[in-house]
């Protein structure tokens, strides 16, 4: 069994034990591949009343790697118009890249991405598109 | 009895109930251990412990992580630095050491090739381009002029030649743009107007600077200041391009209002009213020259000019309708021959001018007016004196503020005047620029022409209609119907005169 199937059956049980804090739910976690999960900002915040989802993408090295985040866009959601986050889902985020270490999971990055949308005081006017070749920041 | 109080033992990751591995997050408890047995280490000064194979296989990870890298042996918790023991000895350090020094080697010699190939190219250029700006002296000065202030010989030239000559194919091809009209070419003529002739041990003029020179003591006779008036004809290149700017604009006027005459509008290079060119679109794969366009639009009529003289297709499209739209979107098409039309055009002007010089040399020995005009001596013209600075005898000391008096006077001499050597010379310069100019009147002339049969071709343009032979006559809805399908078929077939009269001739 690879290594990300054991942690991730360990993380799925701890979610199935101890719930989920406000304002994340886990939408799916049908496989060892793809989970999805739902953010909200609560309280008197830009993003108040709205509703996003994570998309989670882990390779067999989770979580020696880390896994591949980012908003989901389609029909029933939308991406947050947020400085580090592009129109097209992508999130910037040192933890997601440089900064990820073993001692996060699905669940503390869920709450890293919830402070990051409640922390953000003003709304940018349009969404950054996604430009190709843009670095990480 | 008292019982003695034991000395406190710090504890080790080994005497923890439950182990939880921050890293798989497995978990062991004391009385119920793996078999086989686990390390488990505690690495740093907070609460997290691992096992030692989960923690050694993340710092290996993060270490061929570029991004990671420096997180490697940092707890990510309490950020204490992991101590590693390993066997290290010290032939691997060498060949670590030798291993780094090799890749910084190889990065020097990367950026060494890469600014070498860089620099041997752009020195190759730089030759191209020299040798090209000595042939365009050569051309445009004449073969005289030339030899004074050049010859074939680069160990000849003045140190400036080697900035200036390198220069020139550039600034003929930027003054074809907008941009630059002629400014690029002021310096240029700047220094060499007023530059000492070149001295070689057989230039052309050789026995000429000899008798210059032992004549330098003596006052030239009946002149009384050894420069030349600032008013003189020819002008020196350095009034000529004080006044080209001048000379171009009010052309460029007086085009325009021949444009204006003859094609009923204005063209859209005219003064001003031409917008930034936002776009360039290279279409270097599209075929051939295309035809000129010319719309005849519903509000303006808008004439493509043909920029610049050599014919160079840049094509500047611009919108019917508001000034703004027209200013807002032009876009400058280039394709491979309007870049080769403009360019190769650019890099002709010193051969077109010394044709045309030479040819109106040919023309002037008919007529007094233009040998006048373009100052062409019948006779050699005296040697020219050499320079003096200063009012008086040499030797005599004049005063600081003198000095630079006629210091300044000398300057504004040589600059509007040129130097008597310049003066002297045959001023092959001067009816190679007329030339030029009339070329490009010539040219545009032409160009107008060409604009213009266009337009007419346009206008004039009718559709040839023909007859419905050959198409089934019961198809067609005609006003008088036919008597007899079949024969009315057939005399159509025929052709018109045998058509019954009755059926409209088409």
Request: charged residues 15%; hydrophobic residues 40%.
């Amino acid at each position: 069994m690879a290594v990300s199937t054991r942690r991730l059956q360990k993380e799925l049980a701890d979610i199935k034990r101890d719930g989920t804090p406000v304002g994340i739910t886990l939408l799916s976690a049908e496989d060892f591949a793809t989970w999805y999960l739902s953010v909200e900002v609560l309280g008197n915040t830009v993003y108040e009343g709205e509703k996003f989802a994570l998309k989670f993408r882990f390779d067999g090295q989770y979580p020696i790697s880390a896994p591949a985040v980012q908003f989901v866009v389609d029909d029933t959601y939308q991406a947050p118009v947020h400085p580090h986050v592009y129109s097209n889902g992508h999130i910037c985020a040192s933890i997601l890249g440089s900064e990820w270490s073993p001692v996060l999971s699905v669940v503390s990055v869920c709450v890293t991405i919830q402070s990051m949308l409640a922390s953000c005081k003003v709304r940018p006017a349009i969404p950054y598109p996604r430009v190709r070749g843009r670095s990480e920041h | 009895m008292a019982t003695v109080a034991q000395p406190q033992r710090v504890p080790t990751v080994d005497d923890l109930r439950v182990k939880l591995c921050y890293i798989c997050r497995e978990e062991e408890r004391f009385d119920n251990p793996e078999d086989p047995p686990r390390a488990w280490t505690h690495p740093c000064s907070c609460t997290l412990v691992a096992h030692e194979s989960c923690l050694l296989q993340w710092i290996k990870a993060a270490q061929q992580d570029p991004g990671k890298a420096n997180n490697a042996l940092k707890c990510p918790q309490c950020g204490a630095t992991y101590e590693l023991e390993s066997e290290n000895p010290r032939i691997l350090r060498f060949l670590n050491a030798f291993n780094d020094a090799l890749s910084t080697a190889g990065k020097v010699v990367t950026v060494v090739g890469i600014v070498s190939l860089a620099t041997s190219f752009g020195f190759t250029i730089y030759v191209v381009a020299t040798s090209y700006g000595a042939f365009a002296v050569k051309e445009f000065l004449g073969e005289e002029m030339y030899n004074l202030l050049l010859t074939d010989e680069p160990s000849n030239w003045p140190w400036h030649a080697f900035i200036h000559l390198p220069i020139i194919p550039f600034s003929l091809i930027l003054s074809r743009t907008r941009l630059f009209d002629s400014f690029p070419l002021v310096p240029l003529f700047l220094t060499w107007s007023s530059s000492p002739p070149v001295r070689t041990s057989s230039s052309s003029i050789a026995s000429p600077s000899s008798r210059w020179r032992s004549s330098s003591s003596a006052w030239p006779q009946g002149s009384s200041s050894p420069f030349t008036s600032p008013i003189a004809w020819p002008p020196t290149p350095f009034m000529a391009m004080v006044f080209l700017p001048f000379i171009r604009i009010a052309y460029r006027r007086l085009f325009n209002t021949l444009t204006k005459y003859v094609m009923g509008t204005l063209p859209e290079s005219a003064g001003g009213a031409a917008g930034p060119i936002r776009r360039v679109v290279l279409a270097l794969g599209e075929e051939g020259p295309g035809p000129l366009r010319v719309h005849i639009g519903a509000n303006i009529q808008q004439v493509n000019p043909q920029d610049a003289e050599g014919g160079a297709q840049a094509q500047q499209q611009g919108n019917e309708g508001d000034d703004n739209v027209a200013a807002a979107e032009r876009t400058l098409r280039v394709t491979t021959s309007s870049l080769g039309r403009f360019i190769g055009g650019a890099l002709l002007i010193p051969t077109i001018s010394a044709r045309m010089g030479s040819l109106l040399y040919r023309l002037s020995k008919h007529s007094s007016w233009l040998r006048a005009f373009l100052a062409i001596r019948d006779h050699p013209a005296p040697p020219a004196p050499a320079i003096r600075l200063y009012d008086g005898p040499p030797g005599s000391n004049a005063g600081l503020l003198k000095q630079v008096g006629s210091g300044m006077v000398a300057g504004l001499h040589i600059m509007a005047g040129g130097t008597p050597t310049w003066n002297a010379a045959d001023p092959v310069w001067w009816r190679n620029a007329v030339g030029l100019g009339l070329f490009v009147v010539a040219k545009d002339c032409v160009r107008l022409l060409h604009l213009y049969l266009t337009k007419r071709e346009l206008e004039s343009r009718k559709v040839k209609s023909r007859s419905f032979a050959g198409v089934d006559i019961r198809e067609l809805d005609l006003i008088d119907q036919p008597l007899h399908p079949e024969t009315a078929g057939a005399g159509a077939g025929q052709g018109a005169p045998s058509v019954p009269a009755d059926v409209p001739a088409v």
